[in-house]
């Protein structure tokens, strides 16, 4: 994204939709509107794209198929995945017959993606904080000073502790995780591009520590309950750092990229619309239970929120945006959502491996591929 392409505000602006938050969500619901010829603000605190961030970055084949990412910006495909016990002895392997996963080089896609939402017409404006709704307004602080913003709508894709879902009094994340993740340049390794996890509550209490090595860069990574690591989360990445698997020929640098952040894993929230705006992305709480993946729901519940938005914007009607209903969408996270409870309660490395006996038997591998290799994805809203 060139310079020129970042927006400076006066102490007043007015737009058709406020976009907070320069996320995935929030870059690809403020791209769809512009495109329909609505006028769109896009602000984020951050500086530049290119710092500040929280994902693994990990896509799914789903939305590889169904979205067209820049193939220049994603790691090699992934079809191997190894799942370990606590003692890291006798991993479970699955290979799909498919690509299943490719991992973004988040920096340059952000930009990227960002470059293509101005090219549409949105207005972007970085080093901006959104500072509440006031007067009718909505209140900004960037790098000229505050600035006070008219829009019909109001978009919150800032976040799992999202401070328009706040101001509108819209349902928030109480569910989270907290991870954290160190990502460096792999180059010349000759092993498989592999899919690493560990249950092991020591390490990553109600998920997993995980290593994805696709042979360009690694992943090194832990989360879990924030009240559950007696040591910290850093620490116990370091601890899972030393002897994590899958990196036992490779050279880790001394610099490496330090990621982490909350991830929402209570389901989608029950109320993210009211008459003012709705919430996209972690904001909304689109990230699966289960496996915490969070790209491929951000995009897809971010075309039905531009598909909504454009339908309010264009008829005008007062309960146009009441089919972005989040209650709805939660009756098909119920079976994640059991998995997800059953996952929390693994609090000793003895229960972890107690697990294996059973994913070693073609039923339970079985299983354990429908969770990692399915055909399933963030479940397309019904439309009115």
Request: proline content about 8%.
């Amino acid at each position: 994204m060139k310079p020129a392409d970042i927006h400076s505000l006066g102490a007043t602006a007015r737009t058709d939709v406020l976009v907070v938050g320069a996320g995935l969500a929030g870059l690809h619901t403020a791209t769809l509107l512009a495109r329909h010829g609505h006028e769109v603000l896009l602000v984020d605190r951050r500086t530049s794209l290119a710092g500040a961030i929280r994902t693994t970055g990990i896509f799914v084949r789903k939305t590889l198929d169904d979205f067209p990412l820049p193939p220049e910006h994603l790691g090699p495909p992934i079809r191997r995945v190894l799942l370990y016990p606590p003692d890291l002895r006798r991993p479970v392997s699955l290979v799909s017959a498919r690509d299943e996963y490719r991992v973004g080089d988040m920096a340059p896609l952000y930009t990227a993606t960002a470059a293509t939402a101005a090219a549409a017409g949105v207005r972007i404006a970085l080093g901006t904080r959104y500072a509440g709704r006031q007067d009718g307004t909505f209140r900004l602080v960037g790098r000229d000073g505050p600035t006070a913003v008219s829009a019909r709508f109001v978009v919150g894709a800032d976040g799992a502790r999202s401070s328009v879902a706040r101001d509108l009094a819209l349902d928030r994340n109480h569910h989270l995780l907290v991870g954290a993740e160190e990502v460096f340049d792999l180059p010349g390794h000759d092993e498989p591009p592999t899919f690493h996890c560990v249950l092991d509550p020591t390490l990553a209490p109600g998920y997993l520590a995980w290593v994805i090595n696709d042979g360009e860069h690694a992943h090194v990574g832990v989360a879990g309950y924030a009240d559950r690591f007696p040591e910290g989360l850093r620490q116990a990445l370091r601890r899972f750092s030393a002897s994590a698997p899958g990196l036992a020929s490779a050279d880790r640098p001394e610099a490496v990229e330090r990621r982490g952040g909350p991830i929402p894993v209570g389901g989608v929230l029950r109320r993210i619309s009211c008459a003012d705006g709705l919430l996209v992305g972690d904001a909304a709480g689109a990230v699966s239970p289960l496996t915490a993946g969070g790209l491929d729901p951000c995009l897809r519940l971010s075309e039905f929120a531009a598909a909504v938005l454009d339908d309010a914007l264009r008829t005008g009607r007062p309960d146009a945006l009441s089919p972005y209903d989040g209650a709805a969408l939660r009756a098909r996270f119920r079976g994640r959502l059991t998995l997800r409870r059953a996952l929390a309660q693994v609090r000793t490395p003895a229960m972890a491996a107690a697990a294996f006996p059973l994913l070693r038997t073609p039923l339970g591998r079985a299983a354990a591929g429908r969770v990692l290799f399915g055909d399933k994805s963030f479940p397309t809203p019904a439309r009115r």
